[in-house]
């Protein structure tokens, strides 16, 4: 019911930047919170940075001061500007987002992630 489409992605020389994109569509009601995960083979996804409906923002400790997320509300988006990009931020990139399906009770919630998005960051 709900899909993400993520963009953005690709590669770039170690000290570059990138911009990620993802946007939401589908039968949504409200978007709680919009997340950026990363994962390389062998280790667990983990989290980037997670924005939420009141703009409070988190990120990862390796990433603070390099990445910024944000959103657009109107367009349901939320996006990752990756600056001072290094090698080991080469990952793929995910976005999850979690919200409401319906106004009233029962309340019916989603939990969705997208396709993944390559990043590859050469030294």
């Known amino acids: 019911q709900v899909q993400l489409v993520e963009s953005g992605g690709g590669l770039v020389q170690s000290g570059g930047s990138l911009r990620l994109s993802c946007a939401a569509s589908?039968?949504?009601?409200?978007?709680?919170?919009m997340s950026w995960y990363r994962q390389t083979p062998g280790k667990q996804r983990e989290l980037v940075a997670g924005?939420?409906?009141?703009?409070?923002?988190n990120y990862a400790d390796s990433v603070k001061g390099r990445f910024t997320i944000s959103r657009d509300n109107a367009k349901n988006t939320v996006y990752l500007q990756m600056n001072s990009l290094k090698p080991e931020d080469t990952a793929v990139y995910y976005c999850?987002?979690?919200?409401?399906?319906?106004?009233?009770?029962?309340?019916?919630?989603?939990?969705?992630w997208g396709q993944g998005t390559q990043v590859t960051v050469s030294s």
């Open positions: 999850n987002s979690r919200g409401r399906l319906n106004f009233g009770l029962p309340i019916r919630t989603y939990d969705t």
């Open positions: 924005i939420t409906s009141g703009d409070s923002t």
């Open positions: 589908g039968s949504i009601f409200s978007i709680d919170a």
